[in-house]
């Protein structure tokens, strides 16, 4: 890739119509440049988790074997080694998978999300043991809090007092500096598709959480129904509790339901972050990198963070960037090394004793990371991903879509990835304002023949979420007017399911970029060595929306003057002062330091480009994600298939 | 002030004296004589009921209730069988033990609250004797049978019943027996004649007592000490043993030389004490001895009761309340007649100057020189709070406050608290209050609770008030006591109860509205409970008191409000065994968040439900695509296509023609890859239809795939695609050539071109690029890696974009070709430029 993206020269015919003038941009060259105040340090919340954790195991005193959630697995390792947990008398790890367990411990403890089938699996295994006539002692340990649910399911087997439940309230997950995970994957699917509200109450204490230990928080903005619900209940939870006041470490806060913006996730990520997870997918901060990367017979696990500091320089650079630093740096490790040429025998004792293991450790690095850049250019530079993106582009500038329709068709056609091709259409979908009918039903047709029927109940899914939908056709579309006119003056309307709401969504991208300029003007080249806006991590061709609306709303200090914007959004938004009486000193550090909490997921994209931001405005972003997500995940969780 | 000693007297190396409390203002027709009584510790409420046994059984004896002071609070006839014993709890409830051994409990105002038994076996054997102590556990209730067996319970609100073991060798009651509290086990230590047992849960124990010498003589009381700490034995030759209630040492012996055996043997010590005592109370006798051996007599003219204290023992007598104490040594050191101590001289100082004496002066010099001033202050606080009296307490606590006044660096903390305590304490001495209550007994907020258990609530709300304890600990808390109080009287309309409380609790922090409510719910006002509940912030609290009233409807709604999914959840599963399923369906349909939180369960746990539920609803379309989604549960191809079937019914009720006709299909196509299955064995069953036609191409079943194509009316593209891949996979270069001649491909010809390349076969790739498009012709001549012809094709093009893929693929290289070709390009793409 050139480090000059070509862009295709488009004739001004998208842009003439008399709308309204596009919200005037901020210049991005500001005279003042301040600083990013200093990250608070979050590693206290890595510390509270774990001592809570030795505190249930020694509740359960006695060597014990400790079965593990799957999905807890990483997270957990994150806070607590083997070796801690054998220091507390855990003997044997187990992952839970569902089978009749092979265990000689008398006590078992069970360390699980609050789900069903867990739950039913522990009833299974009590149960066989109370048949083969063994005793055993059981502890359920919950997180990052249980349900009634599940406590039910112990009740309705007929175990629940044969067992010891407990919660350990390992609510979030700092992955990194500036990134704290909820690690809840689930919370998009339940929330969003299935209208299950469990969550809502996990991401208010979350935010309580976050208060007590670093706030008070001095405003609170957000946008979507789930934001204000969490919001509520953080608010609630405030109330019940004792106040003190004190210096907060977190200015403003927002929060951003993923429903508000959907056409940011379903992008292919070109910055090398969210590349590398689109290709490897990184799990809770750590990447396995197989063989055709770590060139050898083993694959290695490596943990990407800012501690990494060769990849700390180029996590957040465009893809084509990257091969150019790397091999800079690589020049500059060589010159490193070379020093020791002509050096006497005590200035290479000094460089081997103070250098060179520094040297080293970035020699391995920065091998790693050609390596998974050699490979990820393997993957990417091909003509297909050529084309890919840029019909992605021509979707989010909604050039050509005739074309786009044929690409899309083709690449179902041939196959060339279940996910990939249901991407592409979401993306369509999403940027039309959905597919013509014919148009609909030809591609779902044709996608059913690729990847069989069983699909239908996806297709089902996306058109609820208002993610690939057909265009009403006049008559429908006043039906279902009626019906949420209905349900709107409906007393109990606030609280309906979003399930409802969805259905009266109509996405309007086109006016949205628009009104805030979300595609630049194509007519320069972009360069994407000095960005000059959010667009680059896009190749210069969209600016999350997302980011988009948090960089207006952090600048307006509000909504005012964005009203047709969140119309357009279906409104939901709110903007709260915060219970701090620290309004006096505005624009300290703290202020500048803001916390933006993704409930449904963010991509690396989303994150790199607030990282940007903050860095031209002076903010510094505390990203909070109910969990680090990208288009494939955020597809498979809708996935309905048979799987 | 001399007088103040006139009812001291010596005790070995202390002083003991007996301070009146209050006279007594009730009015009993035979004094205490042949009367059950029960006095509760720390100037607790006194219990009164005759003995029944000097009655008629006809009549019915009479139970009372009085303060400390001897007002009446209740008075009622009782109607049960007969009792054993009175007693008091820690939380003032007053404890009836029966002959049967059902334990009555009644409130102060003589309510009936609850009852529970001793055990079956003690209907028949009937209680002998029993006794209530206090642990640190609660209140406990212990029991001797007729059948000489114990029974224990340690706490009656957790009540857990313990039968110990037999004691070998006795018969009948034992000659006396105490409830011992050690090393967090109750114990009973109980004599039979001169041997001592302890019974503990499992076994029992004969013991001998420590120091020397065995007793001669039959043990005839035992008294254990309030600490559970100390114990003393009397037996029938006089004796008195004192020693620790380990029976690890001896105190002492001392002959009383009094043979009959006491009514009541009492331990007489205070915290610090100087000369702990034992006393001995006969029917016209108090004897105070003490550990060293000196004693006390005070002769009697009534019957009296005596009871223990933290800091002495309390008399109770017809007429008077009586406190015996040791005299505290700060007391002592100031009253004591002729004492030099420096408080004594501090307030005789104080007396002087009020006198306006110069010899204030010189008292006070005297304790200067000494530098105890300090001293002097802190002896005189210290003082005051030992006293009864109010003079004695202004007269120290003036004393030093005058004191202060010539000291620059002492804390007023002390002086503060104990004004204030002083305050409190003789607000609930005072005769209509009856709390006799001692500055070492005293602590605050046992003392509010105690006023609102005697629904005292404005002195307990001043008292709360002048103590400045936080609303939410102090007020909101006796405002709840006065509410569930309220909430239980009969007579008002539920309108001006709820009026009443909301107005009075309004703005009070920390009240729990739900609780009220229970109380007005467990009294059978109903309306009056769901009234209140509305003024109830917290939903949390509102749902499991509207579940217990059935207001199952209200209570759902309530849940949702609170968005506590756990809430919904929890009246979602109560509901649905309260409720028949369409009901039960009918209310879920209301409300949407219950709703989708149910389905989700369903999903998991009881599919069936789940498609009752889309029945009940209508929801052709949920329900057909449940169908969908069931189908693949299903092993058999019989009841795959019957579930499929359902769903294309569901599909056409809802108008789904897309879908049902998409759902046709796939049993048409199940059906054919069964049948291959069987005929060829294939195992093509379950493929997508694009990847049965790829498997039947892949394995030669031409015919076959053609016959797919034509019935499931694929689209050209798609074939065309699916062909020339499976032929280039198989390397059938001539088929391919043939199959691209056989008609104008309809996905134009740079397929042909990338699948040959695929196999690296540039021979057959280079056949089809003329064929391209020219549109696609530059990418066509580079997918066969031939720039040249890239080149001239892009040139040929003028597309500057075009142009500049062809630069970017060349400049890898420097061949002078190369170079020659890169400058035509360059020229190439100024033109273009220039256009």
């Given at each position: 890739?050139?480090?000059?993206?070509?862009?295709?020269?488009?004739?001004?015919?998208?842009?003439?119509?008399?709308?309204?003038?596009?919200?005037?941009?901020?210049?991005?060259?500001?005279?003042?440049?301040?600083?990013?105040?200093?990250?608070?340090?979050?590693?206290?919340?890595?510390r509270?988790?774990?001592?809570?954790?030795?505190?249930?195991l020694?509740?359960?005193?006695?060597?014990?074997?400790?079965?593990?959630?799957?999905?807890?697995?990483?997270?957990?390792?994150?806070?607590?080694?083997?070796?801690?947990?054998?220091?507390?008398?855990?003997?044997?790890?187990?992952?839970?998978?569902?089978?009749?367990?092979?265990?000689?411990?008398?006590?078992?403890?069970?360390?699980i999300?609050?789900?069903?089938?867990?739950?039913?699996?522990?009833?299974?295994?009590?149960?066989?043991?109370?048949?083969?006539?063994?005793?055993?002692?059981?502890?359920l340990?919950?997180?990052?809090?249980?349900?009634y649910?599940?406590?039910?399911?112990?009740?309705?087997?007929?175990?629940?007092?044969?067992?010891?439940?407990d919660e350990?309230?390992?609510?979030?997950?700092?992955?990194?500096?500036?990134?704290?995970?909820?690690?809840?994957?689930?919370?998009?699917?339940?929330?969003?598709?299935d209208?299950?509200?469990?969550?809502?109450?996990?991401?208010?204490?979350?935010?309580?959480?976050?208060?007590?230990?670093?706030?008070?928080?001095?405003?609170?903005?957000?946008i979507g129904?789930?934001?204000?619900?969490?919001?509520?209940?953080?608010?609630e939870?405030?109330?019940?509790?004792?106040?003190?006041?004190?210096?907060?470490e977190?200015?403003?806060?927002?929060?951003?339901?993923?429903?508000?913006?959907?056409?940011?996730?379903?992008?292919?990520?070109?910055?090398?972050?969210?590349?590398?997870d689109?290709?490897?997918?990184?799990?809770?901060?750590?990447?396995?990198?197989?063989?055709?990367?770590?060139?050898?017979?083993?694959?290695?696990?490596?943990?990407?963070?800012?501690?990494?500091?060769?990849?700390?320089?180029?996590?957040?650079?465009?893809?084509s960037?990257?091969?150019?630093?790397?091999?800079?740096k690589?020049?500059?490790?060589?010159?490193?090394?070379?020093?020791?040429?002509?050096?006497?025998?005590?200035?290479?004792?000094?460089?081997v004793?103070?250098?060179?293991?520094?040297?080293?450790?970035?020699?391995?690095?920065?091998?790693?990371?050609?390596?998974?850049?050699?490979?990820?250019?393997?993957?990417?530079?091909?003509?297909?991903?050529?084309?890919?993106?840029?019909?992605?582009?021509?979707?989010?500038?909604?050039?050509?879509?005739?074309?786009?329709i044929?690409?899309?068709?083709?690449h179902?056609?041939?196959?060339?990835?279940?996910?990939?091709?249901?991407?592409?259409?979401?993306?369509?979908?999403?940027?039309?304002?959905?597919?013509?009918?014919?148009?609909?039903?030809?591609?779902?047709?044709?996608?059913?023949?690729?990847y069989?029927?069983?699909?239908?109940?996806?297709?089902?899914?996306?058109?609820?979420?208002?993610?690939?939908?057909?265009?009403?056709?006049?008559?429908?579309?006043?039906?279902?007017?009626?019906?949420?006119?209905?349900?709107?003056?409906?007393?109990?309307?606030?609280?309906?399911t979003?399930?409802?709401?969805?259905?009266?969504?109509?996405s309007h991208?086109?006016?949205?970029?628009?009104?805030?300029?979300?595609?630049?003007?194509?007519?320069?080249?972009?360069?994407?060595?000095?960005?000059?806006?959010?667009?680059?991590?896009?190749?210069?061709?969209?600016?999350?929306?997302?980011?988009?609306?948090?960089?207006?709303?952090?600048?307006?200090?509000?909504?005012?003057?964005?009203?047709?914007?969140?119309?357009?959004?279906?409104?939901?938004?709110?903007?709260?002062?915060?219970?701090?009486?620290?309004?006096?000193?505005?624009?300290?550090d703290?202020?500048?330091?803001?916390?933006?909490?993704?409930?449904?997921?963010?991509?690396?994209?989303?994150?790199?480009?607030?990282?940007?931001?903050g860095?031209?405005?002076?903010y510094?972003?505390?990203?909070?994600?109910?969990?680090?997500?990208?288009?494939a995940?955020l597809?498979?969780?809708?996935?309905?298939?048979?799987? | 002030?001399?007088?103040?000693?006139?009812?001291?007297?010596?005790?070995g190396?202390?002083?003991y004296?007996?301070?009146?409390?209050?006279?007594?203002?009730?009015?009993?027709?035979?004094?205490?004589?042949?009367?059950?009584?029960?006095?509760?510790?720390?100037?607790?409420?006194?219990?009164?009921?005759?003995?029944?046994?000097?009655?008629?059984?006809?009549?019915?004896?009479?139970?009372?209730?009085?303060?400390?002071?001897?007002?009446t609070?209740?008075?009622?006839?009782?109607?049960?069988?007969?009792?054993?014993q009175?007693?008091?709890?820690?939380?003032?409830?007053?404890?009836?033990?029966?002959?049967?051994?059902?334990?009555?409990?009644?409130?102060?105002?003589?309510a009936?609250?609850?009852?529970?038994?001793?055990?079956?076996?003690?209907?028949?054997?009937?209680?002998?004797?029993?006794?209530?102590?206090?642990?640190?556990?609660?209140?406990?209730?212990?029991?001797?049978?007729?059948?000489?067996?114990?029974?224990?319970?340690?706490?009656?609100?957790?009540?857990?019943?313990?039968?110990?073991?037999?004691?070998?060798?006795l018969?009948?009651?034992?000659?006396?027996?105490?409830?011992?509290n050690q090393?967090?086990?109750?114990?009973?230590?109980?004599?039979?004649?001169?041997?001592l047992?302890?019974?503990?849960?499992?076994?029992?124990?004969?013991?001998?007592?420590?120091?020397?010498?065995?007793?001669?003589?039959?043990?005839?009381?035992?008294?254990?000490?309030?600490?559970?700490?100390?114990?003393?034995?009397?037996?029938?030759?006089?004796?008195?043993?004192?020693?620790?209630?380990?029976?690890?040492?001896?105190?002492?012996?001392?002959?009383?030389?009094?043979?009959?055996?006491?009514k009541?043997?009492?331990?007489?010590?205070?915290?610090?004490?100087?000369?702990?005592?034992?006393?001995?109370?006969?029917?016209?006798?108090?004897?105070?001895?003490?550990?060293?051996?000196?004693?006390?007599?005070?002769?009697?003219?009534?019957?009296?009761?005596?009871?223990?204290?933290?800091?002495g023992?309390?008399?109770?007598?017809?007429?008077?309340?009586?406190?015996?104490?040791?005299?505290p040594?700060?007391?002592?050191?100031?009253?004591?007649?002729?004492?030099?101590?420096?408080?004594?001289?501090?307030?005789?100082?104080?007396?002087?100057?009020?006198?306006?004496?110069?010899?204030?002066?010189?008292?006070?010099?005297?304790?200067?020189?000494?530098?105890?001033?300090?001293?002097?202050?802190?002896?005189?606080?210290?003082?005051?709070?030992?006293?009864?009296?109010?003079h004695?307490?202004?007269?120290l606590?003036?004393?030093?406050?005058f004191?202060?006044?010539?000291?620059?660096n002492?804390?007023?903390?002390?002086?503060?608290?104990?004004?204030?305590?002083?305050?409190?304490?003789?607000?609930?001495?005072?005769?209509?209050?009856?709390?006799?209550?001692?500055?070492?007994?005293?602590?605050?907020?046992?003392?509010?609770?105690?006023?609102v258990?005697?629904?005292l609530?404005p002195?307990?709300?001043?008292?709360?008030?002048?103590?400045?304890t936080?609303?939410?600990?102090?007020?909101?808390?006796?405002?709840?006591?006065?509410?569930?109080?309220?909430?239980?009287?009969?007579?008002?309309?539920?309108?001006?109860?709820?009026?009443?409380?909301?107005?009075r609790?309004?703005?009070?922090?920390?009240?729990?509205?739900?609780?009220?409510?229970?109380?007005?719910?467990?009294?059978?006002?109903?309306?009056?409970?769901?009234?209140?509940?509305?003024?109830?912030?917290?939903?949390?609290?509102?749902?499991?008191?509207?579940?217990?009233?059935?207001?199952?409807?209200?209570?759902?709604?309530?849940?949702?409000e609170?968005?506590?999914?756990?809430?919904?959840?929890?009246?979602?599963?109560?509901?649905?065994?309260?409720?028949?399923?369409?009901?039960?369906?009918?209310?879920?349909?209301?409300?949407?968040?219950?709703?989708?939180?149910?389905?989700?369960?369903?999903?998991?746990?009881?599919?069936?439900?789940?498609?009752?539920?889309?029945?009940?609803?209508?929801?052709h379309?949920?329900?057909?695509?449940?169908?969908?989604?069931?189908?693949?549960?299903?092993?058999?191809?019989?009841?795959?296509?019957?579930?499929?079937?359902?769903?294309?019914?569901?599909?056409?009720?809802?108008?789904?023609?897309?879908?049902?006709?998409a759902?046709?299909?796939e049993?048409?196509?199940?059906?054919?890859?069964?049948?291959?299955?069987?005929?060829?064995?294939?195992?093509?069953?379950?493929?997508?239809?694009?990847?049965?036609?790829?498997?039947?191409?892949?394995?030669?079943?031409?015919?076959?795939?053609?016959?797919?194509?034509?019935?499931?009316?694929?689209?050209?593209?798609r074939?065309?695609?699916?062909?020339l891949?499976?032929?280039?996979?198989?390397?059938?270069?001539?088929?391919?050539?043939?199959?691209s001649?056989s008609?104008?491909?309809?996905?134009?010809?740079?397929?042909?071109?990338?699948?040959?390349?695929?196999?690296?076969?540039?021979?057959?790739?280079k056949?089809?690029?003329?064929?391209v498009?020219?549109?696609?012709?530059?990418?066509?001549?580079?997918?066969?890696?031939?720039?040249?012809?890239?080149?001239?094709?892009?040139?040929?093009?003028?597309?500057?974009?075009?142009?500049?893929?062809?630069?970017?693929?060349?400049?890898?290289?420097?061949?002078?070709?190369?170079?020659?070709?890169?400058?035509?390009?360059?020229?190439?793409?100024?033109?273009?430029?220039?256009?």
């Amino acid at each position: 890739m050139s480090p000059h993206a070509t862009r295709r020269v488009f004739t001004s015919k998208g842009q003439t119509d008399g709308c309204s003038p596009p919200l005037s941009l901020i210049p991005m060259a500001q005279s003042i440049r301040r600083d990013s105040p200093e990250l608070p340090d979050f590693s206290l919340l890595k510390r509270l988790a774990r001592d809570q954790l030795i505190y249930l195991l020694e509740q359960l005193p006695g060597r014990k074997d400790l079965f593990i959630d799957a999905d807890l697995m990483s997270p957990l390792d994150r806070i607590a080694n083997v070796s801690t947990l054998k220091q507390h008398e855990v003997d044997k790890l187990y992952k839970v998978e569902y089978k009749p367990i092979v265990s000689t411990s008398d006590q078992l403890c069970f360390l699980i999300r609050p789900r069903l089938q867990s739950v039913k699996w522990i009833c299974d295994v009590v149960n066989a043991d109370k048949a083969a006539g063994k005793f055993r002692r059981y502890k359920l340990i919950f997180t990052p809090q249980k349900f009634y649910a599940c406590e039910n399911v112990l009740e309705e087997q007929g175990i629940f007092g044969d067992v010891t439940t407990d919660e350990w309230g390992f609510h979030l997950l700092p992955l990194d500096d500036d990134i704290i995970s909820l690690e809840l994957p689930e919370f998009f699917r339940d929330y969003f598709l299935d209208g299950n509200q469990r969550w809502v109450r996990t991401a208010g204490c979350v935010l309580h959480l976050l208060h007590s230990l670093y706030g008070p928080f001095s405003k609170v903005y957000g946008i979507g129904r789930c934001s204000k619900m969490a919001y509520e209940s953080w608010r609630e939870q405030v109330e019940e509790g004792e106040q003190k006041g004190r210096d907060g470490e977190i200015g403003s806060v927002f929060l951003f339901d993923r429903d508000v913006d959907y056409v940011t996730p379903m992008c292919s990520q070109v910055v090398y972050e969210g590349l590398v997870d689109d290709i490897f997918r990184i799990k809770c901060g750590c990447v396995e990198f197989g063989p055709e990367v770590t060139s050898s017979d083993k694959s290695l696990k490596v943990m990407l963070n800012s501690q990494d500091k060769v990849f700390n320089q180029i996590r957040n650079e465009h893809f084509s960037n990257v091969f150019g630093f790397l091999s800079q740096k690589a020049k500059n490790l060589q010159t490193a090394y070379d020093k020791r040429c002509g050096m006497d025998i005590k200035q290479i004792k000094t460089f081997v004793s103070e250098e060179l293991k520094g040297l080293k450790q970035e020699h391995r690095l920065l091998s790693l990371h050609i390596g998974a850049s050699e490979s990820m250019m393997k993957k990417k530079t091909k003509q297909e991903f050529q084309e890919l993106l840029k019909t992605e582009h021509s979707l989010l500038e909604g050039f050509d879509i005739r074309e786009c329709i044929t690409f899309i068709e083709e690449h179902i056609n041939r196959q060339c990835s279940m996910i990939e091709s249901l991407r592409l259409l979401c993306l369509l979908s999403l940027t039309e304002n959905g597919l013509l009918s014919k148009d609909y039903k030809s591609m779902k047709a044709q996608y059913l023949q690729s990847y069989g029927v069983d699909h239908l109940p996806t297709f089902a899914n996306l058109k609820q979420l208002g993610i690939l939908v057909e265009q009403p056709t006049g008559e429908t579309l006043t039906a279902m007017e009626n019906k949420v006119g209905k349900l709107v003056n409906d007393r109990a309307a606030g609280k309906l399911t979003d399930a409802f709401s969805s259905l009266a969504k109509k996405s309007h991208f086109r006016a949205l970029s628009r009104r805030l300029n979300l595609v630049p003007k194509s007519d320069e080249e972009y360069d994407l060595r000095v960005p000059k806006d959010m667009a680059y991590i896009f190749s210069g061709a969209y600016v999350p929306l997302s980011c988009k609306l948090i960089e207006q709303v952090l600048e307006r200090d509000g909504w005012t003057g964005l009203e047709e914007v969140t119309r357009l959004l279906n409104g939901q938004e709110f903007a709260a002062s915060g219970c701090s009486e620290a309004d006096g000193k505005a624009r300290s550090d703290t202020q500048r330091t803001i916390l933006v909490m993704f409930l449904g997921g963010c991509t690396f994209s989303e994150i790199s480009a607030l990282r940007f931001l903050g860095k031209e405005k002076g903010y510094k972003f505390i990203i909070v994600t109910t969990a680090i997500t990208n288009s494939a995940r955020l597809i498979e969780a809708l996935l309905d298939n048979r799987a | 002030m001399a007088f103040i000693t006139a009812n001291w007297n010596p005790l070995g190396e202390a002083f003991y004296r007996k301070v009146e409390l209050y006279e007594m203002s009730w009015v009993l027709r035979d004094g205490l004589r042949d009367s059950l009584v029960a006095a509760a510790p720390y100037g607790g409420p006194i219990a009164v009921m005759k003995e029944s046994q000097c009655l008629s059984p006809s009549v019915r004896p009479q139970l009372d209730i009085y303060t400390a002071s001897g007002v009446t609070m209740a008075t009622f006839p009782w109607k049960s069988g007969p009792v054993v014993q009175l007693g008091w709890s820690v939380s003032e409830e007053l404890l009836c033990v029966q002959q049967d051994g059902t334990v009555l409990i009644y409130d102060l105002t003589g309510a009936f609250l609850r009852h529970f038994s001793m055990g079956q076996e003690v209907v028949q054997s009937h209680v002998s004797e029993a006794k209530i102590f206090h642990s640190p556990y609660g209140t406990g209730v212990a029991i001797v049978t007729g059948s000489s067996r114990f029974t224990l319970a340690t706490n009656i609100d957790d009540l857990k019943l313990r039968r110990l073991p037999e004691v070998p060798g006795l018969q009948g009651a034992p000659s006396c027996w105490a409830v011992l509290n050690q090393d967090r086990q109750t114990k009973v230590l109980l004599a039979n004649g001169p041997e001592l047992y302890l019974l503990d849960n499992t076994c029992c124990t004969s013991v001998v007592l420590p120091g020397g010498s065995p007793l001669d003589g039959v043990f005839v009381h035992i008294a254990v000490s309030f600490s559970y700490k100390y114990l003393a034995l009397f037996t029938d030759t006089g004796h008195l043993w004192t020693g620790l209630a380990n029976l690890q040492d001896k105190l002492s012996e001392v002959d009383t030389k009094i043979r009959s055996p006491p009514k009541q043997m009492v331990w007489c010590r205070r915290p610090q004490t100087q000369q702990p005592s034992v006393v001995v109370l006969w029917e016209r006798l108090l004897l105070v001895v003490a550990v060293g051996g000196d004693t006390v007599q005070y002769p009697l003219d009534e019957a009296c009761v005596c009871v223990g204290e933290l800091d002495g023992v309390r008399l109770l007598s017809p007429s008077r309340h009586e406190l015996l104490q040791e005299v505290p040594l700060v007391c002592e050191d100031i009253f004591k007649i002729a004492s030099m101590g420096p408080g004594a001289l501090l307030l005789e100082a104080h007396k002087e100057y009020q006198k306006s004496s110069q010899k204030a002066d010189e008292y006070l010099r005297e304790i200067k020189e000494q530098g105890m001033l300090g001293d002097a202050v802190r002896q005189c606080v210290e003082a005051a709070g030992h006293e009864q009296h109010t003079h004695t307490q202004k007269a120290l606590l003036r004393a030093a406050s005058f004191g202060k006044c010539f000291l620059t660096n002492l804390s007023p903390e002390a002086f503060v608290s104990v004004c204030r305590d002083l305050r409190v304490l003789n607000a609930v001495r005072d005769p209509s209050i009856g709390i006799p209550l001692t500055h070492t007994q005293y602590p605050v907020c046992v003392c509010v609770c105690r006023l609102v258990y005697r629904r005292l609530y404005p002195l307990a709300i001043e008292v709360c008030r002048y103590l400045k304890t936080p609303e939410y600990q102090g007020v909101s808390r006796i405002l709840r006591h006065w509410a569930c109080s309220k909430v239980q009287q009969k007579g008002e309309s539920d309108e001006v109860m709820v009026r009443c409380i909301s107005g009075r609790l309004a703005d009070s922090p920390g009240i729990s509205y739900s609780h009220i409510a229970s109380k007005a719910y467990d009294s059978g006002r109903t309306e009056l409970a769901i009234k209140l509940l509305d003024y109830e912030a917290r939903s949390g609290e509102q749902v499991p008191l509207l579940l217990k009233m059935r207001r199952s409807q209200l209570a759902l709604s309530k849940a949702i409000e609170s968005g506590d999914t756990d809430l919904v959840y929890t009246v979602v599963s109560y509901v649905k065994n309260e409720m028949n399923r369409g009901d039960f369906f009918m209310t879920l349909r209301n409300q949407p968040v219950a709703l989708s939180l149910y389905r989700q369960f369903c999903k998991l746990q009881e599919q069936e439900t789940l498609k009752d539920l889309y029945n009940q609803d209508d929801d052709h379309q949920e329900l057909a695509n449940y169908y969908v989604s069931a189908s693949y549960r299903e092993k058999r191809l019989e009841a795959r296509l019957s579930v499929l079937q359902s769903a294309v019914d569901e599909y056409n009720k809802a108008k789904n023609e897309f879908s049902s006709k998409a759902t046709e299909e796939e049993m048409r196509l199940l059906r054919f890859q069964r049948k291959l299955d069987d005929e060829k064995g294939a195992g093509l069953l379950g493929l997508s239809l694009q990847a049965t036609m790829e498997a039947l191409l892949a394995s030669g079943l031409q015919k076959q795939a053609d016959h797919l194509y034509r019935d499931f009316r694929v689209s050209d593209k798609r074939y065309w695609w699916l062909k020339l891949k499976s032929l280039a996979e198989k390397e059938e270069w001539e088929e391919l050539e043939k199959f691209s001649k056989s008609k104008k491909s309809p996905v134009g010809y740079l397929p042909f071109v990338e699948v040959c390349m695929k196999k690296s076969n540039k021979y057959e790739a280079k056949k089809y690029v003329t064929k391209v498009t020219p549109e696609q012709r530059v990418r066509a001549h580079l997918t066969i890696e031939d720039v040249e012809g890239a080149a001239d094709a892009a040139i040929e093009r003028r597309s500057e974009a075009e142009i500049g893929t062809v630069i970017s693929h060349c400049s890898s290289s420097s061949s002078s070709s190369q170079r020659l070709l890169l400058d035509k390009l360059q020229r190439a793409l100024t033109t273009a430029n220039r256009k």
